[in-house]
């Protein structure tokens, strides 16, 4: 069994050593023994996902269908006669028209520019009665009907095992022996790191935080099944953003919508109002700016288990937020001052103000290759948009000064993106300030107990908190960090948590 984040990596390092060529150019593992990758697992479990950043990672196209959509004439084509010579007489033969999915990988290879890329076909396992001899011949043989899959294209697929499907049909073990063969488990631990790098509703994790086990449930009961699934928590998540800012009120059935199991959706409502409780309860933006109550620290530190929980992870998110603008921020200003050095030494044939265009759009340009590949991940592509916005701006400003020499031009730059450098600085002097308040709180109210643990696991696992630290030196986290000893020191708290 593996959890989702190493199938990822499973797939990353399958497409790799298959598609290693040698000094001649040929792929070092023939193609008859790439055997297709076949990933099983509970649905919901975040399969699909996994095969987007896969191909991300690897630069290649992507090329994803679920079966049960297709019938057996789309996947395979459909028959006509044609005339074909047998021993020198002529006799009607049947062939068939392109495969849809065939023909699929050759529109993406014209579209993307990529030769090589992975062939995902999701719940192959659940095919119809007619479709299922051509699955277990594109696993064995990698064609649909008569037409191969191109050289240079992985297979995998993803199916759900029986007890989760009735339609499911058991692959014999001639197929089996055929292919790759990945058992993938939920794991909230692991889906934690995704859902803060996808920013995952706030409540959400605070309450997984402290219900794990309602991560991931597949019940049958006397009413149906009812079930929790991670892509459910996920869609809930951008839901309950959209309502938050329109204002709209997030109702249990709204919750009960995604998380279809009504134990834990009645129960994660509840929760929900006692997060947002909480926040003005204990005045959390007061506290990230230095300003907390006594009264404050004294009322958290008497409080329920499951309250002080949460305080901590409103507190954290809090501090995410501030630190995750920062660090997109400085990206931006990464990607916006390579172009600026580029353009400091004037260049022949051109204005700075054309110039700068001329970067702008191939910017732009790159931006839109990278998407038309689907290589492009929602950070970078955050990143370059506001990247863009700045540039634009900065266009706009010389377009006022078009008379300018470049010299002057690249002066009125600088200045500029100075200002703009200002206000990213004064920004992270403010997320810094929010964290060392944090801790200040932490410390008055906790010290060095179990919530100082699940404070420090949230820094470990953001990517944001994580990046930001590398550049401010936080003594206070350090020393939590290590003397926490946070890997068992949280194994024992979730534990507890668990057993609540």
Same mark, same amino acid.
């Given at each position: 069994m593996m959890n989702i984040k190493q199938a990822k990596q499973e797939i990353v390092d399958t497409v790799q050593a298959y598609l290693l060529k040698n000094e001649y150019g040929e792929y070092v593992i023939p193609r008859v023994h790439q055997r297709p990758v076949l990933l099983l697992g509970a649905p919901g479990i975040g399969k699909t996902q996994i095969m987007e950043q896969a191909a991300r990672e690897c630069k290649v196209a992507l090329v994803a269908y679920t079966i049960t959509h297709h019938t057996r004439q789309s996947a395979i084509g459909l028959p006509?006669? $044609? +005339?074909?010579?047998?021993?020198? +007489?002529?006799?009607?033969?049947?062939?068939? %028209?392109m495969s849809e999915i065939v023909a699929s990988i050759y529109d993406r290879m014209r579209e993307t520019g990529l030769t090589e890329g992975i062939l995902f076909i999701d719940e192959i396992n659940c095919v119809s009665e007619t479709l299922a001899p051509a699955m277990l011949q594109f696993l064995q043989c990698k064609t649909f009907g008569n037409h191969e899959i191109p050289e240079g294209w992985v297979i995998v697929a993803a199916g759900n095992p029986p007890e989760y499907n009735k339609s499911v049909r058991d692959f014999d073990?001639? %197929? !089996?022996? =055929?292919? +790759?063969k990945i058992m993938v488990e939920p794991d909230y631990r692991i889906w934690k790191e995704y859902a803060y790098k996808e920013n995952i509703h706030p409540a959400i994790l605070s309450y997984l935080e402290l219900r794990s086990n309602c991560f991931y449930q597949m019940e049958t009961t006397i009413d149906g099944r009812?079930?929790? &699934?991670? =892509?459910?928590?996920?869609? !809930?998540s951008r839901m309950m953003e959209v309502y938050e800012r329109l204002n709209k009120n997030i109702t249990k059935e709204v919750m009960g919508q995604y998380i279809q199991h009504e134990r834990i959706s009645v129960e994660f409502a509840e929760y929900y109002e006692l997060y947002q409780k909480y926040q003005q309860d204990y005045q959390i933006a007061e506290i990230l700016k230095g300003k907390p109550s006594e009264a404050m620290v004294k009322k958290v530190s008497h409080a329920p288990f499951?309250?002080?929980? $949460?305080?901590?992870?409103?507190?954290?998110?809090?501090? =995410?937020?501030?630190v995750r603008e920062v660090v997109l921020q400085e990206e931006v200003l990464e990607k916006v001052f390579e172009i600026l050095k580029l353009l400091k030494e004037p260049q022949e044939g051109g204005k700075l103000l054309e110039r700068l265009g001329d970067y702008v759009d191939n910017l732009r340009m790159e931006r839109e290759q990278k998407q038309k590949e689907g290589l492009l991940e929602r950070r970078e592509d955050r990143t370059i948009r506001k990247a863009l916005e700045l540039l634009e701006n900065y266009r706009l400003l010389l377009k006022k000064e078009s008379g300018e020499s470049w010299e002057?031009?690249?002066?009125?730059l600088r200045s500029a993106f100075g200002e703009t450098r200002g206000e990213w600085e004064e920004a992270w002097d403010q997320a810094a300030s929010s964290l060392e308040c944090a801790f200040d709180f932490m410390e008055a109210a906790f010290y060095n107990s179990q919530e100082m643990v699940i404070f420090v696991s949230g820094i470990n696992t953001d990517y944001s908190c994580? =990046?930001?630290?590398? &550049?401010?030196?936080?003594e206070r986290y350090i020393r939590y960090n290590k003397d926490l000893l946070f890997e068992d020191a949280g194994a024992q708290i979730r534990k507890r948590i668990e057993e609540l």
């Open positions: 006509f006669i $044609s +005339k074909k010579e047998y021993g020198g +007489k002529e006799y009607s033969a049947t062939e068939y %028209t073990v001639v %197929t !089996l022996d =055929r292919v +790759k009812q079930f929790a &699934t991670p =892509r459910g928590w996920e869609d !809930l499951d309250e002080r929980v $949460s305080v901590v992870n409103l507190l954290f998110s809090g501090v =995410r937020q501030a002057e031009a690249f002066d009125i994580v =990046r930001f630290l590398e &550049t401010y030196e936080c």
